[in-house]
């Protein structure tokens, strides 16, 4: 409810006695991030239905609750009740005046004025939390390292902590984060975060405070099921603010750091359809994560490459970041493996640095044939040219081994029966779980797409993964189509 002095609040009361009716806040000065409790107070001689009210100072009521108290004074009862509104407004405002309507009776009430202020640093010798940053001017997309510790003196009767996270994720990416393990130092014990960040954007930014809030025991309360519970009284900490300066980087040049990139190869000679195994590694520290896939594109090479993976590992001052990516690379016939390249502004150097990895020449042992288009290519000329040999002989020769070929024929229908042969060639068959050499017949006949799909489906499952799923059915009507 934004306009709450527009507002009439409707409290029945069965007859028309009442004493009054007042609003008030258990406080009006307050650390933004604090509880306020607005209170309805009404004194009257019967029960009065809570107001609705689901918003005070344009921030969500987030609890409510009542109490009431009854009073005997000479012979004559009443009964305070008190409607209590919990909310945290963030900023300074005004609870404006409300009206009640009360039996006929419309009582107003005075604005109350709220005073909310940042939260200040307010470490103590009991308890202490402080960022650490090693350097305030920052390139755009530079990782860097913040500390958040904390130091909390021995037996000072903490039994109950709440951590609060600053609200880092709006300005900055929040890459890693790793706890400091909790250990003494003297009276001390020490602990905190180390968060590794990237700004979003350039420009002045301000770090947001964190909170750590402390239970102190203070007494217990009654007994509750037959046991004393006990009472915690809460302090709450805030850290100190930072800012930083978020330089741009020069010619808009996306990755940012000090790197040195590698190639770790497995062979250099392969057979045929054998795969080569390749680990891209670059090593230093930056953005690696705006790194993205290293996976070239060669013509005539099947290529599978896995998604990169980027590890951190982060101290109070350093970290180092490593980015590998493995492929794999499969041919028929010699092959290049390019350079790989990346392009970098070094912070320190303020320079902007190209490294890369050597080509590799990859030599190819037992090529396969080509396909089959071009094996007919190759064997009709020489066809055609014996044709043309055989006119010149003799007439006789042409009729003699017209008859030879004639016998022959004969012979081999009376000494193999025909269903014979076709149990052979059925013997003959590839079994479908021989990919090598389904692979190879396959290869004759790239031009058809659905060749070529199940051509990438049988590799992938050779050489990367083999749980890649094969759909058989239509592996089966491949083989069937291209009779093989």
Not at 142 to 149: I, Q
Not at 271 to 292: L, M, T
Not at 462 to 471: A, E, P, Q, W
Request: with cysteine; proline share 5%.
């Amino acid at each position: 409810m934004q306009n709450l002095g527009k507002i009439i609040f409707i409290l029945m009361i069965s007859i028309n006695i009442f004493a009054s009716i007042t609003t008030s806040v258990n406080t009006d000065n307050i650390t933004q991030g604090d509880n306020i409790s607005f209170i309805i107070k009404v004194k009257s001689s019967h029960n009065v239905k809570m107001p609705n009210i689901t918003s005070l100072c344009q921030t969500p009521v987030n609890s409510t609750s009542t109490q009431t108290i009854q009073n005997y004074i000479n012979g004559k009862s009443w009964q305070t009740q008190s409607f209590i509104y919990t909310f945290a407004p963030s900023t300074s405002c005004v609870i404006r005046p409300m009206r009640f309507k009360f039996n006929g009776k419309t009582i107003t009430t005075k604005a109350i004025k709220i005073h909310v202020h940042p939260p200040q640093a307010n470490s103590t010798s009991t308890f202490m939390i402080s960022y650490a940053l090693k350097n305030k001017h920052i390139y755009l997309n530079e990782p860097f390292l913040l500390t958040l510790r904390t130091k909390l003196k021995n037996g000072s009767g903490v039994v109950d902590s709440n951590f609060t996270p600053p609200a880092l994720s709006a300005d900055f990416k929040i890459i890693k984060q790793t706890q400091i393990s909790p250990y003494r130092d003297g009276d001390y014990t020490d602990a905190g975060v180390i968060y590794l960040l990237a700004a979003r954007h350039a420009g002045h930014i301000n770090i947001p405070q964190a909170e750590v809030s402390l239970g102190y025991q203070s007494g217990q309360n009654p007994m509750f099921n037959g046991f004393l519970q006990p009472q915690l009284r809460w302090k709450r900490y805030f850290s100190n603010t930072l800012h930083v300066n978020i330089l741009p980087v020069p010619k808009k040049v996306p990755l940012v750091g000090s790197m040195a990139i590698s190639l770790d190869i497995n062979k250099t000679s392969v057979e045929a359809n054998r795969a080569v195994n390749v680990v891209v590694a670059v090593k230093g520290y930056g953005n690696f994560s705006d790194i993205g896939s290293l996976k070239p594109q060669i013509q005539g090479v099947a290529i599978f490459a896995n998604s990169p993976k980027i590890s951190y590992s982060l101290t109070n001052h350093t970290y180092h970041s490593l980015f590998t990516q493995k492929m794999t690379f499969v041919a028929d016939k010699d092959f290049i493996i390019p350079p790989f390249k990346l392009t970098y502004f070094d912070p320190k150097l303020k320079k902007i640095i190209t490294i890369k990895t050597n080509a590799v020449s990859i030599h190819v042992t037992g090529a396969m044939p080509g396909t089959l288009k071009h094996q007919l290519q190759i064997i009709a000329p020489v066809a055609k040219t014996i044709i043309k040999k055989q006119t010149t002989l003799p007439y006789k020769w042409i009729g003699a081994a017209v008859v030879v070929g004639f016998v022959a024929g004969v012979l081999m229908m009376l000494l193999v029966p025909w269903r014979l042969f076709r149990r052979t060639n059925k013997h003959s068959d590839i079994p479908l779980k021989d990919t090598r050499k389904i692979i190879t017949k396959l290869m004759q006949h790239k031009d058809d797409q659905e060749v070529k799909e199940m051509i990438d489906i049988l590799e992938t499952k050779m050489y990367v993964s083999k749980d890649t799923k094969v759909d058989m059915k239509k592996l089966r009507e491949l083989k069937k189509r291209y009779d093989f």
